[in-house]
């Protein structure tokens, strides 16, 4: 089961999923509020900086 990834329940190390892409973990995060961004490696090599917002669409993958 996953939930929506919301500012203060992901960190460094997270493992995440999004529809598009598929499952990756939060390598990076910098910014602050409105702006705040986390990098993902996905796993089929692909990295992505998104803006984490609700529409970012990442959800964490508990557990991991």
Do not use: C, P
Not at 20 to 33: A, E, L, P, R, Y
Request: charged share 30%.
């Amino acid at each position: 089961m996953t939930k929506h990834i919301l500012k203060r329940e992901y960190s460094i190390g997270n493992r995440v999923t999004h529809q598009k892409w598929g499952n990756g973990t939060v390598i990076d995060h910098s910014g602050v509020g409105e702006s705040l961004k986390i990098t993902v490696h996905f796993d089929n090599d692909n990295q992505k900086r998104l803006l984490l917002t609700k529409h970012a669409k990442l959800k964490k993958i508990k557990g991991k």
